[in-house]
């Protein structure tokens, strides 16, 4: 447990929640935390609960993070329309890891070594608390949907059909 509290991502991503005021403490869990069916059954709570950091790059490879209810996946046609650019690109683990920091798994919706544009499912705001990574596989922390997106500035939209 305290291996993964003091992995460096997770070191950055603690000192921002404290900087933006976020009070939810980093849980350890003793199982991985790659998908969101692995957090939801780990912490005990709904898929829909998991806020899952999706990263994209657009049109001109700046990135997009799309931070998701674990119960949805994203469709990728209807937010490209939305956003009004021809579509979105897949990123790659190493595309991912030099714009946030983060290796896919940890990816949390703070901490970033870049500046995204964020986007938020509005499918979050349906609970009182939501979960997303910190920065490794294995640690998360709680938040609520209002909370992530006035910390992060990102946009509610929604990001997929129900």
């Known amino acids: 447990m305290e291996q993964v509290l003091n992995n460096s991502s997770v070191q950055r991503i603690i000192a921002e929640l404290r900087s933006q005021g976020i009070t939810g403490e980093v849980k350890v869990l003793s199982d991985s935390a790659r998908t969101a069916a692995e957090a939801a059954a780990a912490l005990g709570v709904e898929q829909g609960q998991i806020a899952s950091s999706i990263v994209f790059k657009l049109p001109d490879?700046?990135?997009?993070?799309?931070?998701?209810?674990?119960?949805?996946?994203?469709d990728t046609q209807l937010v490209a329309q939305k956003l009004g650019v021809t579509k979105l690109h897949r990123?790659?683990?190493?595309?991912?890891?030099?714009?946030?920091?983060?290796?896919?798994?940890?990816?949390?919706?703070?901490?970033?070594?870049?500046?995204?544009?964020?986007?938020?499912?509005?499918?979050?705001?349906?609970?009182?608390?939501?979960?997303?990574?910190?920065?490794?596989?294995?640690?998360?922390?709680?938040t609520s949907y209002s909370e992530l997106v006035t910390k992060t500035r990102g946009q509610p939209m929604v990001v997929a059909h129900d």
Request: charged residues 15%; without cysteine.
């Open 91 to 142: 990123a790659d683990a190493d595309y991912i890891k030099n714009v946030s920091g983060i290796s896919i798994g940890g990816v949390s919706p703070f901490g970033w070594l870049t500046n995204p544009t964020i986007l938020i499912d509005e499918a979050l705001g349906k609970y009182e608390v939501v979960w997303a990574a910190a920065g490794h596989a294995h640690a998360v922390f709680p």
């Open 61 to 74: 490879e700046t990135p997009l993070l799309v931070i998701t209810s674990g119960s949805h996946r994203v």
